[in-house]
């Protein structure tokens, strides 16, 4: 499974020049079940023994390439709690690399970023809100 994320990747950094085509592509992949799949895959993986820490730091790459600069496809891999389900798919902490740490630093800090914006534009005390009531 490493190689559709690889192959994902490599078409996302192909595109990534036209911002249209780039957005189109991460909100087909948000929407088409791969993200799902994926995640179905590694947790098959716990439960058998054999899922490794490239299975979840692939699942990291896929996300930040699907969330990056899209705030519509972030929304919807906050909702699914997908850093969570990664997390709890993962070896344990001493069996990480420092890649896979910062792929998972990477991708907790585009969604933390759109959660905040989500939160905060449905706030009704938002700063936004204040300023519109003005």
């Not at 249209?20 to 590694?42: C, K, N, P």
């Amino acid at each position: 499974m490493g190689w559709m994320i690889s192959m994902f990747c490599t078409i996302m950094q192909a595109i990534v020049t036209s911002p249209l085509e780039t957005q189109r592509m991460q909100t087909f992949a948000a929407d088409s079940g791969m993200v799902e799949m994926y995640m179905v895959y590694i947790d098959n993986g716990v439960s058998k023994e054999w899922g490794t820490e490239s299975d979840t730091y692939d699942a990291f790459r896929m996300l930040i390439c699907i969330c990056e600069g899209n705030a519509s496809t972030s929304e919807e891999m906050v909702e699914a709690d997908v850093v969570r389900t990664i997390d709890s798919a993962a070896p344990p902490f001493s069996q990480k690399s420092a890649r896979w740490h910062a792929a998972r630093a990477k991708l907790v800090a585009i969604l933390g970023q759109t959660q905040y914006l989500v939160s905060f534009a449905k706030e009704p005390s938002g700063l936004l809100s204040s300023a519109l009531n003005t």
